[in-house]
């Protein structure tokens, strides 16, 4: 068992709380002039994780004792962010989708939204008691139009393998607002293999989002090989809450893992799941949301975003936590 930092410095083992914990403000340089500000987190409790504050806080690489556990796609976060999506969409373990469109673009929406693009203002890095706590604002607002602001805070806890993301978003305009949010939550080699198993709750209700996951069966939790011509297959899930929470797990049998994801069942009513077990895009996205991630261009019949009334905030909550067996 590995004592606290302030344990052991108290205890003398060590001089100062750096040498367990690593928590630094990094400036990646680009080949075209360009920077990114990155925090990098290593904790005792085995975790490691780099936030992007110019990407809205989301979590690019993301560990657990060595273990790569998130995806990183083709392309690189430093690509132009006026590329198309598929240009510049690099995975990692999450990346925030909204917040006036998730899902196709159109000539006024780009694919996924703007918001992961939005650089953290009012940034603070803090400590309360046992928990590294990371805080930032992120704005999507035009001229005559929307006005959201979405404040983050990203805790890791130190006595446990955890990451908690709590954000409030206002609407800051006298005019409702609709929206819509979607957590991409990425997985890959070499937590993603065919030794992993998905587990959700009973009672969970799928439905196939295409028509090859509609031809696929009920083999969604089960994953093989990457395959050269593997199709993507789509799967929305909705999952029983027990005290507002839903909470899902995925198991690695051979690499002894388990990684449990929990979020707010009232404000993310739906689990989208992205599996894509092709060569080389080897991903497994388990994506809470509050849409059908359909497009603000093709809204379903049933369920349209919910509205932000003036001046008003909704609080979302998504937890990720690993333990080793």
């Not at 999506?85 to 925030?96: C, D, N, P």
């Not at 953290?120 to 803090?126: D, E, Q």
């Not at 789509?234 to 198991?251: V, W, Y």
Request: hydrophobic share 35%.
């Amino acid at each position: 068992m590995i004592l606290s930092d302030l344990d052991a410095v108290g205890r003398g083992y060590i001089a100062r709380p750096e040498q367990l914990i690593e928590n630094d403000t990094v400036c990646q340089c680009q080949g075209d002039g360009r920077t990114l500000s990155l925090q990098k987190l290593a904790l005792p409790n085995g975790l490691a994780a780099t936030v992007s504050w110019d990407r809205c806080m989301d979590i690019t690489r993301f560990s657990y004792r060595g273990i790569p556990l998130a995806y990183l796609g083709r392309t690189d976060e430093r690509n132009d962010p006026s590329s198309a999506f598929e240009r510049r969409f690099s995975g990692g373990m999450l990346y925030t989708c909204g917040l006036l469109n998730v899902g196709p673009g159109d000539e006024t929406q780009p694919t996924h939204g703007r918001i992961h693009l939005q650089a953290a203002t009012n940034r603070s890095v803090g400590r309360t008691g046992d928990s590294l706590i990371l805080r930032g604002e992120m704005r999507e607002s035009a001229l005559f139009g929307e006005n959201l602001l979405l404040r983050r805070e990203l805790v890791f806890p130190l006595d446990r393998a955890e990451m908690r993301l709590r954000d409030t978003l206002t609407n800051q305009t006298p005019h409702a607002q609709p929206y819509m949010l979607l957590y991409h939550i990425n997985l890959g080699y070499p937590f993603l293999s065919e030794h992993l198993k998905l587990r959700l709750p009973v009672g969970t209700e799928t439905t196939p989002s295409t028509p090859a996951a509609r031809s696929f069966g009920n083999g969604f939790a089960d994953f093989a090989a990457p395959l050269a011509d593997a199709e993507e297959l789509d799967f929305s899930h909705r999952l029983p809450s027990k005290q507002g929470i839903c909470r899902l797990s995925a198991e690695n049998r051979a690499l002894g893992i388990r990684f449990t994801l929990r979020y707010s069942a009232a404000t993310l009513p739906l689990l989208h799941q992205w599996r894509c077990l092709r060569s080389m895009d080897y991903v497994l996205g388990l994506e809470p949301a509050n849409n059908l991630v359909n497009g603000r261009a093709r809204p379903d019949a049933d369920v349209h975003p919910p509205v932000l009334e003036p001046f008003a905030s909704i609080s979302t909550a998504v937890t990720i936590s690993l333990r080793s067996h």
